[in-house]
T-cell receptor
Framework: AQSVTQLDSQVPVFEEAPVELRCNYS??????LFWYVQYPNQGLQLLLKYLSGSTLVKGINGFEAEFNKSQTSFHLRKPSVHISDTAEYFC?????????????FGEGTQLTVNP | SQTIHQWPATLVQPVGSPLSLECTVE??????LYWYRQAAGRGLQLLFYSVGIGQISSEVPQNLSASRPQDRQFILSSKKLLLSDSGFYLCAWSVWRGGYTFGSGTRLTVV
């Protein structure tokens, strides 16, 4: 079984500042890792995913994340945020190479970008 | 292309009334389907998942039920709604090596 911990429930930041949303996971097997974004009253949208290969993954909207196996982390970063990045962000993990493997989600991090 | 449709977008129902939320998937066959609920805009609670027609697994004992009458149709139901059933309901299907694709959600308010 896997588990995900998002270390910050809320992250306030000023516009054009860098941001990091932290995610740690626990698993006894190899995993796939995902970040999703949710805007108010909308479904979740995939930002990026790590399956294998390069540990630095680039996603949509200028976000990137780095897979660190030794620290079991998958932190999400953006060098300069915009007001429009204000949303809830979810980290998720699934068992690798298993068809139909369910995702385990973290509790979410509310990113609020202030002018 | 692969898409997921979920409706209605918003719903206000009185306590004790029935509920039916529908989710359909296009562009794939035999998907794994999921129903999630978010209360107070935070956290995702898995309610039900289905790996095939008529196959439903419940994660949390509750006032809700789910059915999968067709391969690409997943329905969430209740015979009598409670105030505690209010929340944001999301349908999703799993994509091989791609995580989940989510529907747009239904905001349910029980009054």
């Amino acid at each position: 079984a896997q588990s995900v911990t998002q270390l910050d429930s809320q992250v306030p930041v000023f516009e054009e500042a860098p941001v990091e949303l932290r995610c740690n996971y626990s698993s006894s097997v190899s995993v796939y890792l995902f970040w999703y974004v949710q805007y108010p009253n909308q479904g979740l949208q995939l930002l990026l995913k790590y399956l294998s290969g390069s540990t630095l993954v680039k996603g949509i909207n200028g976000f990137e994340a780095e897979f660190n196996k030794s620290q079991t982390s998958f932190h999400l970063r953006k060098p300069s945020v915009h007001i429009s990045d204000t949303a809830e962000y979810f980290c998720a993990v699934s068992e690798a190479e298993t068809s139909g493997s369910r995702l385990t989600f973290g509790e979410g991090t509310q990113l609020t970008v202030n002018p | 292309s692969q898409t997921i449709h979920q409706w209605p977008a918003t719903l206000v129902q009185p306590v004790g009334s029935p509920l039916s939320l529908e989710c359909t998937v296009e562009g794939t066959s035999n998907p794994n389907l999921y129903w999630y609920r978010q209360a107070a805009g935070r956290g995702l609670q898995l309610l039900f998942y289905s790996v095939g027609i008529g196959q439903i697994s419940s994660e949390v004992p509750q006032n809700l039920s789910a059915s999968r009458p067709q391969d690409r149709q997943f329905i969430l139901s209740s015979k009598k709604l409670l105030l505690s059933d209010s929340g944001f309901y999301l349908c999703a299907w799993s994509v091989w090596r791609g995580g989940y694709t989510f529907g747009s959600g239904t905001r349910l308010t029980v009054v």
